[in-house]
């Protein structure tokens, strides 16, 4: 085993970062015990908010459990947005870069206020919904950017980002984000890897536990599954040419996908 517990996160987009939102599920497994859902610290808000997720990460990554986190959004874009704003391949200036235009870490931040203009500087970062990622391409998920439709991961993902650079510039040490910082995780380091639910949760039955749920489970089973038998580290080195690689080491890449 690699890793000593593992988070899978099931995300939303919806509202803004201090609402509390049913679609935000956390189940966290420890060793080879099955997952558990991880409510929020005690409150008046019922369900988790992204504000709280990103704090209650920041807190368990720099503990000393080496620990494996998928997240339900995607990490980056497809290199076509790199290209069409002239932005360094590089994923943490693309990080500041978009929080600088989409701050959507802002407490009464819609991600609709900036699409429409109303806040933040988005218009001059938008992407085209033709444009997809070649791990969106491999696993036949939507664009990043095809947003209103069904299954959309759109929202999730312009609201999420600015999340993954506040856990990065508040966890300093021992944290690796798969695959920006290197194909192969360091021994005791802990590791954020994006994730995508309808890769893993047909694996398992869905007994009591609503879909958000569900999802949120899949990727903390599926995680701890495959590092217990130690098909992990197939995931994590995908059989890719070097080109692709080179690519999804701006875009990022799914764990699962081939």
């Known amino acids: 085993m690699q890793f000593e517990r593992y988070i899978g996160i099931d995300y939303s987009g919806a509202q803004t970062p201090i609402t509390s939102l049913k679609g935000l599920r956390v189940y966290l497994a420890e060793g080879s015990a099955m997952p558990v859902e991880v409510l929020p610290p005690p409150s008046p808000r019922k369900y988790w908010t992204r504000r709280g997720i990103a704090e209650w990460l920041v807190e368990r990554l720099t503990e000393n459990i080496p620990t494996l986190v998928g997240i339900d959004h995607s990490f980056s874009f497809p290199l076509r947005y790199f290209e069409s704003h002239l932005l360094l391949p590089d994923w943490p200036s693309f990080l500041d870069d978009f929080q600088c235009h989409w701050p959507t870490d802002g407490d009464y931040v819609y991600v609709d206020f900036i699409r429409d203009g109303l806040r933040g500087k988005g218009l001059d970062r938008m992407g085209n919904s033709r444009w997809r990622r070649i791990a969106e391409e491999r696993a036949k998920a939507k664009s990043v950017f095809h947003f ?5 991961v759109a929202k999730s993902t ?4 600015p999340w993954l650079r506040y856990v990065r510039n508040h966890v300093s040490k021992r944290l690796h984000f798969w695959p920006f910082a290197g194909w ?35 990727i903390a089973a599926w995680m701890q599954h495959n590092d217990l038998n130690g098909q ?16 999804a080491e701006i875009e990022g890449w799914i ?4």
């Open 232 to 247: 992990l580290s197939r995931w994590l080195n995908p059989n890719l040419t070097p080109y692709e690689r080179g690519v």
């Open 148 to 152: 209103d439709v069904q299954g959309q």
């Open 184 to 218: 192969e995780i360091p021994r005791g380091y802990s590791a954020v890897v994006e994730a995508y639910p309808a890769l893993y949760k047909k694996n398992y039955a869905i007994e009591d536990r609503t879909a958000d749920q569900h999802d949120a489970y899949s």
């Open 158 to 161: 312009h609201a999420g980002l």
């Open 255 to 258: 764990l699962g996908v081939e």
